[in-house]
């Protein structure tokens, strides 16, 4: 017990630590979203000590970015006379010679069977008009925007004098091909699944999939269409409808605005639909006994960002944000009282409020999730508090729970920590405690020859206290929950209420290429505990492991160009045995960069049943 109190008082001190650094220091390495300058502030007390503590010495962030020839000084401030769009096909064109052209007929019959972006696609990103003043940040933020929709590769705006008080812009694009067809047929199925990412150049996706199971007679079937941005709103509309061969499905309709970037004032969503499916409560069991979930949910919510700095310079951009949330779960079919004695599974209705504060921007680098095609990984920090008020199981409960993030460049590479901690108060009890911490790094990149590597980690740890006794309310290592380990399919009992996972890879990319797809080798290990919360995670605890070899193939004319293929190995997965070996596990979405950003409130995330 007193090991426990002494863990939480730990966390709970790292936390109030980052919680006053975010904001009690100051700004003194200022990295530009093209170059890396440097601001000689006059250091606080504390600054002196954070950067002994954190940094050692004072030496400059050489991290590698993109650099940018372009001399803003020249054009901030001119007045913007005209705008010119132009969009060109995926294959044999250049935005940096102008005057390149397809040759090769593959290239050219490509085109031709490619619908071009339409022009309004550019102009519904960008953040500026004609006869406003040249604003370097919304120009930065505007080719941003553009490069986040996946069927265009590339984006560049230009700028030309015109006189001496005006200027011309040019925004200049590639499209990405934007189809994916893709099948599937054995000796009992067949299916094939449809992914266009640019309707006839409106930028609209859809993703539809059919799959037919021969011996049970049944199908699946899928239908996603999304329209990014509704007549220049900036929100996003989607239909979803999926239904498997377990008759399992998922239907909704969401129209969402988020903060797309550090300039915006207003975000918000509204999302309603209703989900069927079965699953097993309780991994103890050797057999597992499978109960009927379906529930309809609404979901509405608001933001407002308050810009709070006056600098102007591409630097940080911070808001004050306030946030409010209404979310109502109604179960249709549930577990029977035997297998959910508490009613864990039972409706529920909340009202929600988050206060925070975001300071951020963006960072054009390479070779992350691609080849060398531009990427942006924001830099910043957030400070938050969420309160609820909830109404589940015939009684009131409220929620008060806090989160802080930042991130940035080190010497050495990038790091992100996030970390959140909050609970229930029921009457006199303080239950349901979470707290989550994250942290990430991404080393700089290497080059050795031809080839360039560059190294992740991640380390995630969830710990709960007084949370409600029923085994949903549980953490697994399972690849179905939240944070499970991938190809971890274990049904022995290993739950607890205290988890850590830890994650590292070594991702490489060549000049090599296969039949247009660059290769790119890379090693992932993973080591994970899972335990009850009286005592260090790691004490008495077995750490079960992962180890896989893989390739990624990325090209750069598709909108999907990043496939893998890969090898796992897992010394032991209790209930299935040792030196178990698979294939296809994982994928890359495990290093998702943090965003911090604040804007719709929610719980800290416990497990899948959240």
Same mark, same amino acid.
Do not use: C
């Given at each position: 017990?007193?090991?426990?109190r ?24 200022r990295?530009?979203i ?9 250091p606080?007390?504390?600054?002196n000590?954070?950067n ?42 250049s935005l ?9 007929w ?8 490619h ?40 984006v560049?705006?230009?700028?030309q ?11 200049n694009?590639?499209d ?9 047929v ?22 539809n999939?059919y799959?037919?199971?021969?011996s ?62 079965q ?15 379906k ?14 700095d ?12 306030v ?6 779960r ?9 297998n959910?004695p ?17 300071s ?22 957030s400070?938050?508090?969420?309160s609820?008020?909830?109404r ?15 991130g ?16 229930f108060?029921?009457k ?9 911490i994250?942290?990430q790094?991404?080393a ?9 590597i ?10 709960g206290h ?11 290592l ?9 190809g ?16 590292y ?8 290429? =296969?039949l247009?797809? !660059?290769? &790119?080798?890379? /090693? ?6 899972? %335990? *009850? @919360? ?25 909108v =999907?160009?990043n496939? !893998?293929? &890969?090898?796992? /190995? ?6 299935? %045995? *040792? @030196? ?24 800290i ?6």
């Amino acid at each position: 017990m007193i090991k426990k109190r002494l863990l939480i008082s730990l966390f709970l001190g790292i936390f109030l630590f980052i919680s006053n650094s975010l904001f009690a220091q100051v700004e003194n390495d200022r990295i530009t979203i093209d170059t890396v300058k440097v601001e000689n502030k006059k250091p606080t007390k504390f600054k002196n000590f954070y950067n002994k503590l954190l940094f050692k010495n004072k030496r400059k962030n050489n991290f590698p970015l993109q650099v940018d020839n372009r001399n803003e000084k020249l054009y901030e401030g001119k007045i913007i006379r005209n705008i010119y769009y132009k969009t060109q096909d995926p294959f044999g064109y250049s935005l940096t010679d102008t005057t390149k052209r397809p040759t090769k007929w593959v290239e050219r019959a490509g085109n031709t069977l490619h619908l071009k972006s339409k022009k309004f696609v550019l102009k519904q990103n960008v953040l500026f008009k004609e006869g406003q003043k040249y604003d370097s940040v919304k120009v930065y933020e505007s080719e941003r925007l553009i490069r986040t929709n996946r069927s265009i590769r590339k984006v560049e705006i230009d700028a030309q004098l015109v006189g001496k008080d005006s200027v011309d812009l040019y925004v200049n694009s590639i499209d990405s091909w934007s189809m994916f067809v893709t099948g599937t047929v054995s000796s009992s199925r067949a299916g094939i699944r449809i992914r266009e990412r640019n309707i006839l150049g409106l930028g609209h996706v859809l993703d539809n999939r059919y799959r037919h199971n021969y011996s049970s007679g049944k199908s699946l079937y899928q239908f996603n269409y999304t329209v990014p941005n509704i007549g220049k709103s900036r929100i996003q509309g989607n239909i979803h409808y999926f239904k498997n061969e377990d008759d399992y499905y998922n239907k909704s309709i969401n129209f969402v605005r988020p903060f797309y970037s550090p300039l915006a004032h207003y975000a918000g969503g509204i999302s309603v639909g209703q989900i069927y499916f079965q699953d097993s409560l309780d991994f103890k069991k050797e057999k597992l006994e499978m109960n009927n979930f379906k529930y309809d949910f609404q979901d509405y919510w608001l933001a407002r960002a308050f810009r709070i700095d006056k600098n102007k310079s591409t630097s940080n951009i911070t808001n004050f944000i306030v946030s409010t949330r209404f979310y109502r779960r109604n179960y249709d079919e549930k577990p029977i009282e035997q297998n959910d004695p508490i009613d864990f599974f039972s409706n529920q209705t909340n009202y929600m409020l988050g206060i925070g504060i975001s300071s951020r921007r963006y960072v054009k680098t390479r070779f992350i999730y691609n080849y060398n095609i531009d990427e942006d990984i924001a830099v910043g920090k957030s400070f938050g508090v969420i309160s609820s008020y909830q109404r589940i199981r015939n009684e009131n409960r409220y929620y008060l729970g806090t989160k802080a993030s930042m991130g940035g460049f080190l010497r050495s590479g990038f790091y992100g920590i996030n970390i959140e901690y909050g609970g229930f108060f029921n009457k006199s009890a303080f239950e349901q405690q979470t707290l989550s911490i994250e942290l990430q790094y991404m080393a700089k990149l290497m080059t050795i020859g031809k080839w360039k590597i560059r190294n992740f980690g991640k380390l995630n740890y969830l710990l709960g206290h007084n949370r409600l006794d029923s085994p949903a309310d549980e953490l697994s290592l399972h690849q179905d929950d939240y944070l499970g380990m991938a190809g971890f399919r274990s049904d022995r009992g290993l739950i607890g209420q205290q988890k850590l996972m830890l994650e590292y890879q070594v991702q490489t990319y060549t000049p090599y290429q =296969f039949l247009g797809f !660059r290769v &790119s080798p890379f /090693f992932n290990a993973m080591f994970s505990a899972i %335990g *009850n @919360n009286s005592k260090f995670i790691l004490n008495n605890n077995p750490v079960y492991s992962r180890f896989t070899l893989g390739v990624m193939f990325t090209n750069d004319y598709f909108v =999907f160009n990043n496939i !893998r293929f &890969s090898f796992s /190995f897992y010394p032991n997965i209790p209930g299935q %045995g *040792n @030196n178990i070996f698979k294939t296809n596990s994982i994928d890359n979405r495990d290093f998702d960069m943090m965003d911090f950003n604040f804007s719709k409130p929610s719980y800290i995330r416990w497990n899948r049943w959240d």
